[in-house]
């Protein structure tokens, strides 16, 4: 049997899932710090009997764009964003250490310093950042936070924590379900301390609308051609089916 349904399968899938991944992104065009994902598939031969001449569409490791987005002045203390293509530790949903853009800073019911999805900030220290109780709390560039305990005068100020500041290797990072950054390995990157923070500003997503609009616009018309295929391949087999009849 002729391979060209198959083929014209494994075509559509990818269409299908290429196209999940630029209507997610589409969706988080107004998302703070988030990455354009890519969809990435390749040729693979198709081997068996006689020689590899048709090929079908696998798919690969999604890739993530993680350059950066433009930053927008709030005027809030609690939101930052990281010059030089820095990422903020967290603790994610597993408790290991991930990573993220999005700045939009704030404290939860136990005082610890979480970010707008509720995933504590990690510290220097590898421990969630917890703040007392305080008149006003302050971040530096250098990701230092500090803060004027209740009742203090202005003069009287106190350092609580320093945001853990870390620069991947893209090589070696990929972004998981939950949305977050991870490393091969799981392993805990070391703080950079060369890395600065901007307070007042959040990183807007780096999703560019119009490109992503058209490119589901061309997969769909991909994924049309791919099913016309298929259409076809079924025609070509009743004529088949009918001339052996014949015959």
């Given amino acids: 049997m002729d391979k060209v349904v198959f ?21 988080n065009v107004s998302t703070t710090g988030f990455k354009t994902d890519l969809a990435q598939a390749r040729s693979m031969q198709v081997f068996g009997e006689g020689l590899p001449s ?3 569409a696998m798919t690969e490791r999604p890739a993530t764009d993680t350059t950066t987005g433009t930053f927008i002045q709030t005027g809030r203390t609690l939101d930052v964003a990281i010059d030089g293509g820095g990422w903020l530790a967290v603790i994610g949903a597993d408790g290991k250490e991930a990573y993220t853009q999005s700045g ?3 404290l939860n019911a136990a005082n610890q310093l979480v970010t707008g999805s509720g995933l504590p900030v990690m510290g220097n220290g590898g421990i969630p950042i917890a703040i007392p109780a305080a008149e006003q709390v302050d971040i530096g560039s250098d990701g230092t936070i500090t803060i004027r305990p209740l009742g203090e005068s202005a003069a009287e100020l106190a350092v609580v924590d320093r945001i853990k500041l ?15 950054m991870h490393v091969d390995g799981g392993l805990p990157q070391p703080p950079d301390l060369a890395l600065k923070l901007r307070s007042g500003y959040l990183e807007s997503s780096n999703v560019n609308a119009v490109n992503e609009l058209a490119s589901i ?16 391949a079924e025609d070509n087999s009743t004529a088949a089916a009918k001339i052996l009849q014949l015959s």
């Fill in 54 to 56: 048709r090929v079908y």
């Fill in 166 to 180: 870390v620069k991947l290797d893209e090589q070696s990072i990929y972004k998981g379900v939950d949305g977050l």
């Fill in 104 to 106: 939009e800073l704030q």
């Fill in 7 to 27: 083929i014209a399968m494994s075509g559509a899938r990818e269409n299908m899932l290429a196209q999940q991944t630029h209507a997610n992104n589409l969706a």
């Fill in 217 to 232: 616009i061309s997969l769909s018309r991909q994924f049309e051609m791919n099913i016309k295929m298929m259409k076809t």
